[in-house]
T-cell receptor, first 117, second 120 residues
Framework: GAGVSQSPRYKVAKRGQDVALRCDPI?????LFWYQQALGQGPEFLTY????????KSGLPSDRFFAERPEGSVSTLKIQRTQQEDSAVYLC???????????????FGSGTRLTVV | AQKITQTQPGMFVQEKEAVTLDCTYD???????LFWYKQPSSGEMIFLIY????DQQNATEGRYSLNFQKARKSANLVISASQLGDSAMYFC?????????????????WGLGTSLAVNP
């Protein structure tokens, strides 16, 4: 597609519910990132994929968070047993090459706004 | 300690005037890149401009320019001739270990952002 697509756009979950957030990166983009942006804050890194390989998951806040990109394209961020502190906008970003050119900006999706009640 | 500091939570500017958004950074890595992104109310992050630590000249992209003062570790964004559509959140971000780092993790470290309102 022309841009990075994220779905759903909004998600309201009851505390304890499992949720799955989807990211469709730009076709052919190798790198894919997930960020968490709490209200009034800057984004915080969650995890990074290069193709299907999850090379860094150091930002995942707990073992309730799990991300996958099984075929190197679409990625899913799953949050189990959601808590109120999980309420945030979850941003996905992709880029064409991981290291070739320093002067590139990632293309971000519009995010999924998760509200846990 | 914050690696990216944006000290202006909110800024106002008159349409057609220039505005400077401040950003200071902290890193011990001699190789790094600095980015500015715009986030309108719709939520997507829009890439504006990039400055590499070894770049000799300040970056410019249309109405955006970056006032890069390496010794002071500041990378202020200057928007000239402000337009109503410039009203948004602006984030400064840093990526460490480039351009020579071939490492796989290219994550961005972000500031808290500055909310810019352009008045007609």
């Amino acid at each position: 597609g022309a841009g990075v697509s994220q779905s759903p756009r909004y998600k309201v979950a009851k505390r304890g519910q499992d949720v799955a957030l989807r990211c469709d990166p730009i076709s052919g983009h190798v790198s894919l990132f997930w960020y968490q942006q709490a209200l009034g804050q800057g984004p915080e890194f969650l995890t990074y994929f290069q193709n299907e390989a999850q090379l860094d998951k150091s930002g995942l806040p707990s073992d309730r968070f799990f991300a996958e990109r099984p075929e190197g394209s679409v990625s899913t961020l799953k949050i189990q047993r959601t808590q109120q502190e999980d309420s945030a906008v979850y941003l996905c970003a992709s880029s064409l090459r991981p290291t070739t050119s320093p002067n590139y900006g990632y293309t971000f999706g519009s995010g999924t706004r998760l509200t846990v009640v | 300690a914050q690696k990216i500091t944006q000290t202006q939570p909110g800024m106002f500017v008159q349409e057609k005037e220039a505005v400077t958004l401040d950003c200071t950074y902290d890193t011990s890595d001699p190789s790094y890149g600095l980015f500015w992104y715009k986030q309108p109310s719709s939520g997507e992050m829009i890439f504006l401009i990039y400055q590499g630590s070894y770049d000799q000249q300040n970056a410019t992209e249309g109405r955006y320019s970056l006032n890069f003062q390496k010794a002071r570790k500041s990378a202020n964004l200057v928007i000239s001739a402000s337009q109503l559509g410039d009203s948004a959140m602006y984030f400064c971000a840093m990526r460490e270990g480039e351009p020579f780092n071939a490492g796989n993790n290219r994550k961005l470290i972000w500031g808290l952002g500055t909310s810019l309102a352009v008045n007609p």
